[in-house]
């Protein structure tokens, strides 16, 4: 099969294409047109062949020729006829011009966008084009018989391409650019390069073939028409004079020329800065004044060196280069400002030097070599410095003072001195003191006026070697103005202190001993510390020189050897020994003492060690050996515990707890849950005053003797009238109380004949009644109430009892 299209549509694809694609036509058409359509037949697409077969007549008469084969046709974008468009035609060499055969289309569009008529094979183009959306069209189109659907040969793919035309505007997808480039740059220094996109075919015609051109921005600025690059116009474009650029670019396709779209595009120009500018001083000359106390590195004031530049461009060193206190004062950097900060460095004096003058330069930290032509990249000012005269404190001879003293000074000597003075001009009288928080136990004096230090109590240089004080000096006409000094004071030694032994000896002898043989080593120590170290020298009693069983050796280390004269030694003999030694030391005047060395007759074996020093071996020979007999002494020791325990019990239980006599008449008081004295009862007593009867008056009772005198019974309380004090009548019977000297030696309550006032029942307190209890008939209490009725069945109780 083959696909040839009608005249009409011939001449537009023509007039539309390349001119290779025109060549392509004009080298087919001859083979299309100049052929008799009945004299050929064309091969189906499976032949592969695609060649016509001609008749044996046109094989002699005629010249052979190629056919061409159909496989792709071509469609324009953004079509709108009146009319569907007329794509192409399909034909079959099988089809002899009935109405048998049916073209069937399908792929891509085949059916909405395509249309096929089936007797024809006309294939139409329904829908207008977008060759951005999509670029080509894959279909498939067959012969079949129109009565049994059989093809008619295998199906034959083809393709619609949609031709380009210029309907898309260039665009500049990544817009608005920015962009920057150093100040003072030559012309034709790269600033950036733009991009404009054309969504149309590149490969058809002009239509995306894009020139670049600036609208705005010139002369400064200039633009490559093909690769949109952007570089500098004009030299030197100096950021202090105009430090941003707005330029506009263009983008316009069909190469430029008349009628092709265009795009546009904004780019923002920064210039950057360089180190084209010096700094400059705002004024030549600074003033200054300062108080001549102030403090070491304070600052005295700020200079400032203006840079048109900015960042480290702008930033500058400052340095005094001349002046007469190079030496006392000193320029540092703000970091923040890049202002030049004065300090002072070293003490000023008024009194001195009153002025200073100073010549200060600020340079460039950074300079660009392109423009160290342009001059020195740094500026000088002077600075002038007045010093104020201050009241200063006043000013000791030396910053610390080293004071020796003996430790055997006498009180109230002088261990030295320290001198101070006013440097101010009125030069005001100093007077001396010694902090007492540096000097607590009070050891040391000054004189107020000359500043000498004199010893108030003893020093010694073994308990503390040295002794930190201060000395505050304070100006007499204003006694804000105080310094202090340390003062160091170092006790020396004296041979003070006798050497003794280093620790408390104990030595050991065996029995079994041989003459000469070193019973103990000891050693000896000093308190005192001679400059040529110690020497002791040991000696025993003149009354012991001749000691029988004991002699002593010095050894070269400064230690002390005791030695056995002979052997033969027995506990059951003498068990210690006690062996006085004198111990001198070499000092001036030389110090001795006497130690007293214990030595011990043990038990040891054959090769000298020790077994046994205690008295057991005179237990022995009795039967009982140490142990038993400390068993023994623990069992005494324990029955004379259980003794002393028995006697104390038995002793305790036989004492009366509480004094009973029969005249002596006291109720036992039983607690049970009454009521009060009834709802009209607001007047009770207070409770506190009862919580300490014993103690308020300072009264308190013995409770550990019978009282002389019996108790005798009070008289009935007659009621209280309405209106009385409460308290008051609380605390007579407290005095009362508190001052009877019947009163039981134990915690007792005391009844008083008071009732609230409203209650109908009166006093229930028997102490009131001149009876006996035998004498009274308690039936009545069963009369007022349930309440009541549970005293009065105790009471009932207790009188059936007494009957029977």
């Known amino acids: 099969s083959f696909f040839r299209p009608k005249d009409k549509l011939l001449t537009e694809m023509l007039m539309d294409t390349w001119t290779p694609l025109i060549i392509l036509w004009i080298t087919v058409l001859p083979s299309i047109y100049m052929a008799p359509m009945n004299q050929s037949q064309v091969l189906p697409s499976g032949s592969g062949t695609g060649l016509k077969r001609l008749t044996e007549e046109q094989r002699v008469l005629n010249r052979s020729k190629r056919g061409w084969v159909w496989n792709q046709m071509f469609v324009l974008e953004e079509f709108s006829g009146p009319e569907p468009i007329l794509v192409g035609r399909l034909h079959t060499d099988l089809d002899p011009g009935s109405s048998k055969i049916k073209y069937i289309l399908s792929g891509d569009g085949a059916g909405t966008i395509f249309v096929i008529n089936d007797k024809t094979g006309d294939i139409h183009a329904m829908k207008r084009l977008d060759r951005e959306e999509k670029a080509e069209y894959t279909l498939t189109a067959q012969a079949v018989d129109r009565d049994t ?57 002009n239509s995306a073939k894009l020139v670049y051109s600036i609208l705005e921005g010139q002369p400064y600025f200039s633009i490559e028409p093909h690769t949109a690059i952007i570089k500098t116009a004009l030299p030197n474009m100096d950021r202090e004079a105009k430090e941003e650029y707005f330029v506009v670019i263009q983008a316009k396709d069909m190469g430029g020329h008349m009628g092709g779209l265009s795009g546009t595009t904004t780019v923002t120009i920064t210039l950057t800065d360089v180190n084209d500018n010096p700094p400059k001083f705002a004024q030549s000359l600074y003033h200054f004044s300062v108080m001549e106390d102030v403090a070491l590195g304070e600052p005295i004031g700020r200079v400032k060196a203006n840079d048109l530049d900015i960042g480290e461009n702008a930033k500058s060193s400052y340095d005094i280069i001349e002046g007469d206190g190079m030496d006392i004062f000193e320029i540092t950097t703000d970091a923040q400002t890049q202002d030049g900060i004065i300090r002072v460095r070293k003490p000023l004096d008024f009194e001195t030097k009153k002025s200073y003058t100073l010549k200060v330069e600020a340079a460039n930290i950074h300079i660009d070599p392109r423009f160290i032509s342009g001059g020195p990249f740094k500026d000088t000012a002077t600075v002038k410095i007045v010093v104020e005269d201050a009241d200063e404190p006043p000013v000791f001879s030396s910053p610390t003072y080293l004071l020796e003293v003996h430790e055997n000074a006498a009180i109230n000597s002088v261990i030295g001195q320290v001198t101070a003075h006013d440097p101010d001009v009125s030069s005001s009288p100093i007077r001396f003191s010694i902090d007492r928080h540096t000097d607590l136990e009070r050891q040391f004096n000054i004189n107020a006026e000359d500043g000498k230090i004199t010893l108030a109590t003893p020093l010694d240089r073994e308990t503390n070697m040295w002794h930190n004080i201060t000395i505050v000096a304070t100006e007499t006409r204003n006694h804000s103005q105080v310094s202090r000094v340390p003062v160091a004071i170092k006790v ?130 009795i039967g009982l050996s140490m142990g038993a007999l400390i068993a023994i002494l623990a069992c005494i020791i324990l029955l004379l515990v259980i003794v002393v325990l028995f006697v104390t019990l038995r002793r305790h239980k036989n004492e009366p707890l509480i004094i009973k006599d029969d005249e ?102 028997s102490l009131e009644s001149s009876t006996s209890d035998s004498d009274q008939n308690f039936d009545y209490l069963s009369e007022w109430g349930p309440r009541f009725k549970r005293l009065g069945e105790l009471y009932s109780v207790g009188e059936s009892d007494k009957e029977t």
Do not use: W
Request: charged residues 25%; aromatic residues 8%; glycine residues 8%.
């Open 492 to 621: 020396l030694d004296v041979n003070d202190n006798a050497p003794e032994f280093a620790s408390e000896h104990e030595a050991f002898l065996c029995e079994n001993g041989k003459p000469g043989q070193v019973i103990q080593i000891v050693s000896a120590v000093d308190k005192d510390d001679p400059k040529n170290g110690h020497y002791f020298l040991y000696s025993l009693l003149p009354e012991m020189v001749n000691n029988p069983n004991f002699t002593i050796k010095k050894n070269e280390d400064n230690t002390l050897s005791i030695l056995a004269k002979h052997s033969g030694f027995s506990r059951q003999k003498q068990e210690v020994y006690l062996l006085p030694i004198i111990i001198s030391d070499s000092g001036n005047p030389p110090m001795s003492s006497t130690s007293t060395l214990t030595i011990r007759v043990c038990g040891c074996s054959s090769d000298g060690i020790v077994q046994s020093c205690n008295v057991e071996a005179y237990v022995l020979p």
């Open 664 to 765: 002596d008449v006291r109720e036992n008081i039983i607690r049970y849950d009454d009521e009060g004295g009834g709802e009209e009862d607001t007047e009770a007593f207070d409770i506190a005053t009862l919580q300490n009867p014993d103690g308020i008056n300072g009264f308190l009772p013995r409770k550990d003797i019978k009282p002389d005198l019996q108790f005798m019974p009070r008289q009935g309380l007659a009621p209280v009238p309405n209106g009385v004090d409460v308290d008051e009548f609380i605390n007579v019977r407290l005095h009362e109380a508190d001052n009877d000297p019947t009163a039981p030696p134990y915690d007792s309550i005391q009844i008083y004949g008071y009732e609230g006032r409203g209650s109908a029942a009166g006093s229930l307190s």
């Open 149 to 205: 659907n059989q093809p008619l040969e295998p199906p034959s793919e083809f393709i619609i391409k949609v031709q380009d035309i210029n309907d898309n505007a260039p665009e500049f997808v990544d817009g608005p650019y920015h962009a920057t480039v150093p100040e003072m740059s030559v012309v034709g220094t790269f600033v950036t390069k733009v991009t404009a996109t054309d969504a149309d075919d590149p490969v058809y015609g």
